[in-house]
């Protein structure tokens, strides 16, 4: 893990520091000062044609340390932010608005794509893990939150990583995601926008039902893709700390 | 509205009387001393084969009273708590036993018989907002709180009667109520419960997706009819305490 940015805290305390592991870019927010032993660590996982550092993403980064006191990571998935895009990424961009502009229906296609992502996304995060705890952070429970392609990528990571203890999925839900759920034990809250575009609401409930967690909770609300409440954002933050602080 | 006991005031604040209004038997909680203008109302529909005085259904009371100030009324459902059975009643209550028994579906008969006491509920409700206006009592905003046979009474009262703001319902769903729940207009958290025995998911999910509210919202729990978590409750209060606040 290279840090390529020196430590830049802002006033309320929050330090950012950008880096990279093995070609891979990411950023780390922390509370000002040493590593604290057992500071609760958030995976933030960015929806697909985002990346690290978009809007929504560094808000609720500096929420987690600003508010709770965790410590937060971000990494650009592959084919995004400043990572190279393959062939295969070009085209599926292209595509996706060729599609969508001919009111096709993408979800299958999309779910293809997504999940060849994640299949590279996956050992992107453990590895990220594993540096933080050889860096002697002094890591505690870890929490994921990501939504749509966060999702995606957050679903095999949760089922293969035991670091994971709690997680925030939505936005996503096709029969290629049963396996994954159904090895997810950790507790979950799952928002579905009811009016998804590119989302069918069936293989969202669908993909809820596979989960194999004892305790999950869905909520769903009208609206596209794009729409979910700023309150329900706010609420699936609450929900990772009351997780994270319980095992801390 | 005949008052049937002397108000009972517990140590923490929180006035209990009885009331009869046309042979409804009602309880009323408000916060001790005199009526506040404009203070929120909450109506609390109890569940089948409840009654107004129900546990969980007094804490609920108790806590609206004691956290908001509101005041919370109960009434017993057609031919439940103190109020005479009818033949019908007394059949149902039979068949509905040896139905679960034999495993057969009820929900079809249930919606039948359940909706048959809401036509007869709802306006029993409307004469109790009434006799409030009248006695003076100040009323602010009114919210409903109530799920199962309590959101088969609601749901037609809140596409009927202006005065309510909010509402929660839940544990139902069923096609004969698609049409109320499409004059429904206010803010609704709907709770329903993935292993349902008693409702079907498809009907449940269906019934939240006719709700003709702008803002609404559905949270699933896995577990049966009565395994509704206890933070989801606390939440549903929350809910309803953010809108009636907002329009107080």
């Not at 954002?233 to 801390?248: C, I, K, T």
Request: with cysteine; aromatic share 6%.
């Amino acid at each position: 893990m290279h840090f390529t940015s020196e430590p830049e805290t802002s006033a309320d305390g929050v330090t950012q520091r950008r880096f990279t592991l093995d070609g891979v870019p990411g950023v780390l927010w922390q509370p000002d000062g040493p590593p604290l032993d057992g500071r609760p660590l958030v995976l933030l996982g960015h929806g697909g044609g985002q990346h690290k550092l978009g809007p929504g993403l560094v808000d609720r980064a500096r929420r987690c340390v600003r508010r709770h006191g965790y410590a937060a990571v971000a990494l650009d998935a592959p084919g995004h932010g400043e990572r190279p895009r393959t062939a295969q990424d070009e085209r599926f961009a292209t595509e996706i608005g060729q599609l969508l502009a001919a009111g096709r229906p993408i979800s299958a296609w999309v779910a293809r794509h997504t999940a060849a992502l994640a299949e590279r996304a996956v050992p992107e995060w453990v590895a990220v893990l594993d540096a933080l705890a050889e860096r002697g952070e002094g890591l505690g429970p870890v929490g994921y939150w990501g939504l749509s392609l966060g999702s995606v990528i957050g679903i095999p990571l949760a089922a293969a990583e035991p670091r994971v203890a709690a997680a925030v999925f939505g936005l996503t839900g096709h029969a290629s995601q049963t396996e994954a759920a159904g090895l997810v034990g950790v507790p979950v809250e799952f928002l579905l926008q009811w009016d998804d575009e590119l989302v069918p609401r069936e293989g969202a409930l669908a993909l809820f039902g596979a989960l194999g967690s004892r305790e999950k909770t869905l909520h769903a609300n009208p609206g596209g893709h794009l729409d979910v409440p700023e309150l329900e954002l706010a609420s699936s933050e609450g929900f990772l700390a009351r997780h994270l602080d319980a095992v801390r």
